[in-house]
Structures are given as C-alpha cells and as structure tokens.
C-alpha cells in the first residue's frame, strides 16, 4: 500500500525484535468477544487512479459556481482568489505541521498568525483579535458565551438580521447551557425596534450588519443603549470584504466583533472549512476564547512569537476554560492573510467598490422587471427581493436554465407566508454584465 | 582581445578554519530573518489587479467606512518570498518525524488535495440549490457510510468542526437525551488521564466535572473506583467521558463493564476518538458500548493539521442517541440520500437537539478522509493501524531499558508513554530532554501529557514511519539518553541551538501580551 513504508520482512523482524509471535498480541487488551476478526465489510484498497475516478464522477455531479452565472451568498461568497494562495498554503511546512506547541520550531506559523491578528484588528478597528475560530457561526455562539462571562448575565437578545443558522447555533447551545435568548423575528425589512429589548438583565445584543438580507445597521444607537444597560453589543458580518468600504463596528462602539472570513483567501468548499475572525477589546483579552499569538524574545534576545495566555484555554483550565476550542482554522487563517496581504487597504477597497458597483448594477437592472421589488434600502454587495411568487420554484426554474440566482429566505426559514416569495441575490467582482444581462433576462421569463 | 584562461578554482581550498562569522543580515545562509509585512510593505499599493467601474453612485446609506485602515498591499513576488521565508521555519511531517502523541502527525497523501480542489467540491456554495449539488451529498453520506460501518454505529452527526466541537456535539446529543427522558442528570464523569477538551466541554453545557481515579499499575481507570462513584452520585450521572486507547497509550481492558456500568446508571458513554488510530479495522467502537465518539478526520483519516486546522470531528452515535443527531443531517430517501436542514421538515422520531454549524460541516476535509479511505480500503485502514501499533511498540523496545515506563513493560497501543524517572539526578528536564531533540532534527514528543505520570514523554510514530527512520530515531533518543547520564548538560539546558530561535520566553509574553503590530512612535521612528 502507497501510504505504508514498511516491508512484510520489515514487520516479521519488528514482531521478533518486540517479542511477540503475532500482531494480534499487540491488540491482547482488547476483549475477545470484541476483536474483528474479518475485514470490515467496505471496498479493498484502490489505486490512485481508480479513486480520482471515482471521486471524479461524483464531482461532476454538481455545478460549480465558475460555471454559472453565481449570485449566491447569505454567509458565503464566490470571490477571487489569488494564485499565490493556494500555491502558498499547499507548501509543506505549512500544510503538515501542527498547532505551534513548539514555538522554535514553528516561528512561520507563529508569525503569520501575529500578522493575521493584527490585519483582522485594523479590519474590524477593534483593539484585539484571536488566531480564528472554526467560522462565523460558532465564533457568535462562543461570542455569547464570552459575553456571560464578562457581564456574569445570561441573556443575550438576537436582531432578526442575524443569519438564520447563526441564530440556530446560539439558540441549540443556550437551550442545552440553560441559558436565555431572546430572538427577534425575521426582519427583511429592516423595521426592528431592538433597543426595546435591552434591558438590565440583557447580557449582549448581537447584531449582523451588513445583516442576512443585505441591509447595513447603524450599530451606533444599539451600542449606546446596550452600555446604559451594562450589556455588551457583539457586532456579527458574514461579507469581510464590506469592512472594505462600510464603516466597522469598532468604530461604532462594539465590544465584540465577529464574523465569517471566508471570503477572503478561502473558496465556497460547500460550507466548509471556513475562517471565523473573532475581535474585541483590550479589557476582555483574558476572557476570550480561542488561540492568542504574542510577541516575544529568545535566550538571543531575537524577537520571535509564541502561544500566549494559555492558562485560558482547555489544555492548562480545564473545566474553568474560557472555551474548549483546541483546533481551529489555521490553514484558512493563512489563506486569509496572504490574500489580505496582497491586496493591502487598497485593493480590498477597490475589490469592495466593485462588488458594491455590481450591486448597484443589478439591483438598477431588477427594478425593470415586473412585479419584482428590492426591500433593502442601504446594503453592501447584497439585497432581499419580493418576487411575485414563491423564492424556492424561481430558483429551481433559473437553475434549470442554468442560472444561480441567490437564496430563498424560505431555504432558511420555511413555513413562513410572508418570507415565501424573498430572495437574498449576492454580487461580488467575479460577475459580468453578462451574468446580470442572463439573470434578468430569465427571470422575466420565469416570471411571466 | 585576449581572452582569461584562469578558470575557476575547483578545490575547496584550506577551510580547517574555524571560525563562525556574524553576518550583516542576520541571516546565515538558508536560515533567514524576515521582518513583518507591515515593517517592509507599502500601505498604499495593492498586490492584486482590478477593473475599476466607471463612477457610479454609492448605495451605502451614508455608512462609508471613515475609520482609517492601514494594511500594506505587497507585490507578489514580495508576498512569495515572504511567506516561503516563513515556511522555512517550521517544522511539518513531510520534512521529519513528527512523533506528538495523542496527534497523530501521519502523512498527507497530497491526492487528498487535489481531490478536494476538483471544482465539483471546491466551488460549491452550500446554499446553492440541492439539485446542483447531488453529488456532494452523496459524498457526506458515502462517507457517513464509512464511519458508521468501520465504528459498529448507526447514525453520524457530520457537521462538528473539530474534536473539541465534535465532543461538545457528542454531549449535546446526551443531554438532549437526558432532557428528552425527563431527567436532569448534573455529573460527567471524567478520568484523570483525560484531554483538558473534556472537562472544559462538560462544563460548557453546565455539568460538573467529577473526576474518576486511575489505577497506580496501568493508569486505566479503576472500575472497582468508578462503581463507587456511580453509586455515591446515583441517578446524578449523565455521562462518562473516556478516552480509549487512553491517552497513556493503553487499551481500557474493562471497557466493555465500565460501559454496562455506566448504561446500568442510566447515563451515556461518550469515547473520545482522539486515539481512534490505533484500533481501525481491529475493533468497533460500538461493540464496546460506545455511544458517542468523535472522530478527527485531521488525524485518523490523513486531512492535513494545517498548523491548527481545520479539523473536522464527525460524531458517531449508538441507536440510542441517533434521533439526537443536531441539522443538518441526511435522510435515506427513495431517490437518494436527502438533507434535512431545517426543524420544518423533520419526519417523526427525530429530534434534533439544534445545530452545530452554518451550512453543512467541513466539506473539504470530508473529500479528503473520503480520498484516503477509498486509498487504503478495509485491508488497508487496518494494515495502518496495526503498522502504528507495530512502530510504537518497536519504539517502546528500542528505549525501554533506558527511559522509563511508568506501567512496566507491556504493550502499547499507537503510542508509547515514557515518565521522567530516567533523567532522576541528571539535572536534564523532560522540557530539556524535548529541546535537544529539535537540535537533532526532530519534533520534540507530546510533553507533560497525560497528567498522570511525572514529566510525560508521549510518543506516536504513526504508520508513516519507516523502519530506518524508527532505527534513527531510537538511536538519537539513545544517545541524547546517555549525555544526560554522563552530565553533558550544556546539550540539554541551552537547547535549542540550532532552530530559527532558541527558547523563547513565554513569562513575559503573557505578563504584558502584544498581540499585534503598532507603528512605532514618532520620535523613535527618526532615531
């Protein structure tokens, strides 16, 4: 086998040398009446052609976002990424190492990640930033977590902007951690009165802006309202690239920002592996989840990077951590940093400008279809429609003809009359006046 | 003209000198200093070309971005060099031994990566319409196929993250269970050997972590102890969180009665598959009495550690905690497997107790575990398991009669525990002993884990070890052995010499943390 150097003779000596007659006496400890005897009932070994076949064909089975016109989004972005990247994050050294738990060994990762917190803390204008999370998502649930522990409150109240999943992630863990969520309903329209739920007892409001349905919050009034009450404001993205051109939730008085990474160095990957980027104030540091990369010197006095502030974490705390995250996302952090780094403040915002531009394009081009009306006043890159029948069949119908047009809200929140017939529709650099010329084209014939 | 016929001088001329050069850059030879990208980059250039739009007018509503945002832009041939020069400085599995126990740092078949960057996987949205991507879930559920099989199971959750998540998906699903059944158990149970996830995942989901005794001779736990324990906290236990092989190496003999135990108390098993490595092929977790158990797809099943991830820890579950399964899950349908993605379209009998993720869990590293499976195939998955065992337990003879192990010489399962007893009087700690290693060429062991013995030296070679490279490797920890005995010291205390840095000073970088780069003040910018 291809992946296994050693010899029948090479395992005959290394019984005897050990001592044993069979290799089963290694497996002695194991009870007998458990002992798999035969081979598991699953394929032989393949060659590697025959699994590049294999796989091959179930590939083929899907349709590629590159292959289409693509204006699908909510929480995840086709965007493009740099050869370099990938180039990069396949080398070894990178690709097959482990957590830095050896710091002089381990000075590239190290470094990269003190570069990649300092670029997500000038991002989100926020004083500190962890070395990622598994994603959005679960960086919000651990961002709610972290809020009980600062304000010692266990409520947390949810905008009915936030990403249905997100908001599922939040709500399943403070069910089981008996702890109270109070989740507003959807809003497409962006008419929540969210400040009348932060009261004494609210422990943080969490806020998506740009939100699920595209529209950009001002986070400014939430954040007042939540520091009168003694809560914190945990201000979610899921479109990094927005920080390029909208004003960050540091600047507007967040105490905890978190967000989804991907678009930034990382492909679609149907939904995974992803980046979360997790930021907050200095004060909070030793009640953040999550791996911290920090400057220091070596026996030489050269300046180097390790693992700091460990007695947070899992493997010193136990059950006193701060969270029980161990592996996170390095490989997508460095994705994420080496794309970042190419395109420095100036090309995320050109990159931004386009994707907005694109918006605006299309959302221009959409107003000409009958019966279809744009709900989102300010937004980003994206924006909710009305269409005149239900979201899920129009999306069905475009893709038959080869169109991906977005996200029906009901894909996310179904059995809801009045979110039937929206459709979140996304636009980065990657689309054409083709690609837009093709969608509104077919949508007036979906729609006739 | 007339033309130079000296030629270049092909001896290597009178180099018995020896003398060790400071050198201008700091640099020596292929071993380079590299500054940070903000310390050599330009903030006003951009390593990435667009088509600028003509003008147009915003939509933003008046939200544009006035908070300043200073990142430098480096050219590509800048970002290369800086981030291979990084490269260079760590250490990975494909360049050396990697023996970190309880890790498994086995190697990454790069088909794996070229499978997982096919545009059918790569470039889907998980949002996308289901009928474009049909192909996609029926590779989760091959895959789900695989693990439920190879683990004796009848459900998976797919969409854990990571162990950690995966441990924290496995206890949901018990507490689910538990709240579904009308009780309110408040204990988990939890060996003293135990990663630090479990405990810190117990007491996540509001349990209170009662630790289990471990027996002196083996550090297996003590069931006599744990039948104690669960009589003094009856109808009080929710769970026990075990890991097995345990993390000294060694297969719990009594698992199969610790679980009746446990099951007798009305509580659940969750096996921690940490060291799922070991057993593939050679036994199922299920017939254990396992009822839930996460498996790292980053370390059995070859996806590459990535410095840190991603991982992915699809969990396992017993009949019993099966409808607890969290969303998305997949549905055998008659045209297929189906994803369920929502509580709206949840059929009877299931319930979901929530969910882990957005969209639908680590697809990539799915494609790659999935790539590696189908490589090795049964015969292969269990030949790699018993090569693992084989090269630990060869490691195990080749060292036992000059490091110490703490439960006599029995046999190891993939990895073999050593205690500092061996460096008694030698002035040598096992954090020097592990320093001089990377002097050598090595990545030093997993250190001070398990908590169990003093100065733990844990090792797991894996299956990707040749037999010549376990020889060499013996031989070095051999002589490293017999310099610490024979008061060679200065190798130990000082080390490492060699590496891109020496010992680094973790105190201080915890006392007064910088985390991120600040352009230096003014004042000290002109000195």
């Not at chain 2, 544009?64 to 590509?76: M, Q």
């Not at chain 2, 036994?283 to 790292?296: F, Q």
């Not at chain 2, 709206?344 to 299931?350: D, F, K, Q, R």
Request: net charge negative.
């Amino acid at each position: 086998m291809r992946y296994l150097p050693l010899s029948n003779q090479d395992r005959a000596d290394m019984l005897a040398r050990i001592g044993v007659d069979s290799i089963d006496d290694l497996f002695a400890d194991i009870p007998q009446k458990a002992r798999l005897n035969d081979l598991m009932d699953l394929p032989r070994r393949a060659s590697e052609l025959q699994v590049e076949r294999q796989l091959s064909a179930l590939a083929a089975k899907n349709v590629p976002a590159s292959s289409v016109p693509f204006f699908v989004g909510a929480g995840a972005y086709k965007h493009h990424v740099p050869a370099t990247v990938d180039h990069l994050i396949q080398r070894s050294e990178f690709l097959t190492s482990y957590t830095p738990y050896q710091p002089e060994v381990t000075q590239g990762t190290l470094q990269y990640l003190f570069e990649f917190q300092t670029q997500v803390a000038r991002l989100t204008a926020m004083d500190v930033a962890n070395a990622s999370m598994y994603d959005g998502s679960t960086g919000t649930a651990e961002a709610v977590l972290m809020a009980h522990r600062v304000t010692k409150r266990k409520k947390a109240v949810l905008s009915g902007g936030l990403h249905p999943q997100y908001r599922a992630v939040v709500e399943g863990l403070a069910d089981l951690a008996d702890d109270d969520v109070v989740s507003l309903p959807a809003d497409p329209a962006g008419t929540e009165d969210i400040l009348a739920q932060i009261d004494k007892e609210t422990s943080c409001v969490v806020v998506q802006s740009p939100n699920f349905y595209g529209q950009i919050v001002d986070l400014k009034p939430i954040a007042a309202k939540a520091h009168e009450c003694g809560a914190l404001l945990i201000a979610v993205f899921t479109e990094v690239v927005s920080l390029g051109l909208i004003e960050p939730p540091g600047a507007q008085g967040a105490d905890i920002v978190v967000g989804e990474g991907q678009s930034i160095g990382n492909g679609l990957n149907f939904g995974g592996p992803y980046v979360g980027l997790f930021a907050t104030r200095s004060k909070y540091i030793r009640q953040m989840p999550g791996r911290l990369c920090g400057e220091t010197t070596d026996a030489d006095g050269k300046r180097g990077f390790v693992l700091t502030l460990s007695t947070r974490e899992q493997h010193i705390r136990r059950d006193k951590a701060t969270s029980n995250i161990c592996t996170n996302s390095g490989l997508c952090a460095l994705a994420f940093t080496i794309h970042l780094s190419l395109l420095g403040s100036k090309g995320l915002r050109q990159m931004a400008t386009i994707c907005h531009a694109n918006a605006v394009k299309l959302k221009t081009a959409l107003a000409s279809v009958a019966g279809v009306e744009v709900l989102t006043g300010a937004y980003f890159n994206e924006f909710t429609v009305k269409l005149p029948k239900a979201a899920d069949a129009v999306v069905e119908a475009l893709a038959a003809k080869g169109i991906l047009a977005g996200v029906p809200v009901s894909r996310l929140v179904p059995g809801k009359a009045e979110l039937a017939n929206l459709l979140v529709i996304a636009n980065t650099e990657v689309n054409t006046d083709d690609d837009r010329d093709a969608l509104v084209a077919a949508l007036k014939e979906v729609l006739a | 003209m007339s033309m130079n016929t000296q030629g270049r001088p092909t001896s290597a001329g009178d180099t018995s000198v020896s003398y060790t050069p400071k050198t201008f850059t700091g640099n020596r030879a292929l071993d380079m200093e590299e500054p940070l990208i903000f310390e050599f980059g330009h903030f006003d250039t951009t390593g990435v070309d667009f088509d600028m739009p003509d003008a147009f007018e915003m939509e933003l509503g008046g939200h544009e971005r006035k908070a300043a945002l200073e990142l430098p832009g480096l050219a590509e041939p800048e970002a290369m060099r800086h981030y291979v020069r990084l490269s260079r400085n760590n250490y990975a599995i494909d360049a050396g031994l990697y023996p970190l126990g309880s890790c498994t740092m086995k190697h990454n078949p790069r088909l794996n990566e070229k499978m997982a960057r096919l545009p059918g996987f790569g470039d889907i949205h998980p949002l996308q319409p289901l009928s474009t991507v049909k192909g996609a879930v029926e590779l989760i559920d091959t895959l789900a196929h695989w693990l439920m099989t190879m683990t004796g199971t009848t459900a998976v959750a797919m969409s854990p993250k990571a162990g950690a998540h995966g441990e924290q998906c496995g206890m949901m699903a018990i507490k689910a269970a538990h709240k579904a059944a009308g009780r309110d158990p408040k204990i988990v149970l939890v060996p003293e050997s135990a990663h630090g996830t479990n405990p810190a995942t117990a007491a996540l989901l509001g349990y209170k972590v009662v630790s289990i005794d471990a027996k002196d001779e083996d550090g297996t736990v003590d069931l006599e102890a744990l039948k104690r324990k669960i009589a003094e906290h009856e109808g009080d236990i929710a769970a026990i969180m075990l890991t097995n092989p345990n993390t000294c190496g060694l297969f719990e003999r009594e698992i199969i009665e610790i679980a009746d135990a446990i099951h007798k108390a009305n509580a659940y098993f969750y096996c921690d598959g940490a060291n799922y490595n070991a057993i593939v092929g050679k036994a199922r977790p299920g017939d254990l009495g396992v009822d839930a158990m996460h498996i790292n797809l980053h370390k059995t099943f070859s996806t590459p550690h990535g410095g840190g991830g991603p991982g992915s820890g699809p969990v396992v579950l017993s009949e019993r905690l099966a409808p607890f399964a969290p969303l998305p899950f997949i549905r055998k349908g008659e045209d297929g497997p189906v994803l369920v993605e929502t509580p709206e379209a949840l059929e009877a009998g299931e319930q979901p107790f929530g969910r882990m993720t957005a969209f639908h869990g680590q697809m990539g590293m799915y494609v790659r575990a999935l790539s590696y499976m189908l490589s090795h195939g049964s015969d292969g998955l269990r030949q790699a398991s018993e090569d693992a065992v084989l090269n630990a337990n060869y490691v195990r003879v080749g060292l036992q009669d000059l490091m110490s192990l703490p439960f006599g010489e029995r046999p190891c399962m993939h990895e073999v525990l050593f205690d500092d007893t061996f460096l008694k009087d030698t002035g040598v700690t096992t954090l020097d002993f592990a320093k001089a290693m990377i002097d050598e060429g090595y990545h030093p062991m997993t250190m001070y884990f398990p908590l169990v013995v003093h100065g733990a030296m844990l090792i797991e070679p894996t299956e990707s070890e040749s037999r010549a490279s376990l020889d060499l490797f013996v031989a070095t920890l051999r002589d490293l052995v017999m310099s610490a005995r024979n008061g060679e010291t200065d190798r130990f205390s000082g080390a490492p010499y060699f590496s891109p840095r020496r010992r680094l000073d973790e105190t201080s970088a915890a006392r007064k943390p910088v985390l991120k780069w600040e352009a230096p003040a003014p004042a000290e910018a002109a000195e």
